[in-house]
């Protein structure tokens, strides 16, 4: 495992050695819980996971800025994003 990040890859691989599965069913397994927090997330803007955080799509409004190229005033409009907040069993952990 790479040192401060961990692929999809090396998540099914632990799930495969933990649950004694094969390396691909570990994989899908893992596949398939991100696209459903994600089509969970379009559903209902929000996905809580117990001792682990929640998603939630926020939305930025619309404000005026500048570019810094001409330094021209400019809009940036409104759009969603996603936020993520860390269930305090996390933050503990990593602080």
Known sequence: MAEGKITKKELGQMVSDKYEMSKK??????????????????????????????????????????????REAISIPAKKKVKYYPAKAVKELVN
């Open 25 to 70: 069913d570990g994989i899908e397994l893992i596949e398939w819980l991100f696209e459903e927090i994600k089509s969970q997330m379009k559903v209902k803007n929000e996905v809580m996971i117990k001792d682990f955080g929640k998603f939630k799509i926020r939305e930025s409004k619309a404000r005026m800025g500048i570019n810094p190229m001409t």
